[in-house]
């Protein structure tokens, strides 16, 4: 079995920061990308970024030049730095990852997400 747990979520103004981090554990053989979603009240889970294995990256447009996704392979957790938090950047944010077991099952694996909360 594979879990991701995430932590760093919380209660921010705007124009603050938090970072996010995201933990895999399990019976992992490798992890390929890795992202962060999130999913604002009332509306539909939303892509906010992406790393592939070798660190290219992919953000949204609405976060690009504010939030930066990292990821440490030899302790196969990521990152989210956020910064100029915005109150539109309120939502729960679920980190998400495509492993490969080491019994090579290809799995897509969700955290259980962090609520991330912009005060204006």
């Known amino acids: 079995q594979v879990q991701l747990v995430e932590s760093g979520g919380g209660l921010v103004q705007a124009g603050g920061s938090l970072r996010l981090s995201c933990a895999a554990s399990g019976s992992i053989f490798s992890i390929n990308t890795m992202g962060w979603y999130r999913q604002a009240p009332g509306k539909q889970r939303e892509l906010v970024a992406t790393?592939?294995?070798?660190?290219?990256?992919n953000y949204a447009d609405s976060v690009k030049g504010r939030f930066t996704i990292s990821r440490d392979n030899a302790k196969r957790t990521e990152y989210l730095q956020m910064n100029s938090l915005k109150p539109e950047d309120t939502a729960v944010y679920y980190c998400?990852?495509?492993?490969?077991?080491?019994?090579?099952?290809?799995?897509?694996?969700w955290g259980q997400g962090t609520q991330v909360t912009v005060s204006s």
């Open positions: 998400n990852a495509a492993v490969l077991t080491r019994d090579l099952r290809s799995l897509e694996v």
């Open positions: 790393i592939a294995r070798a660190g290219t990256t």
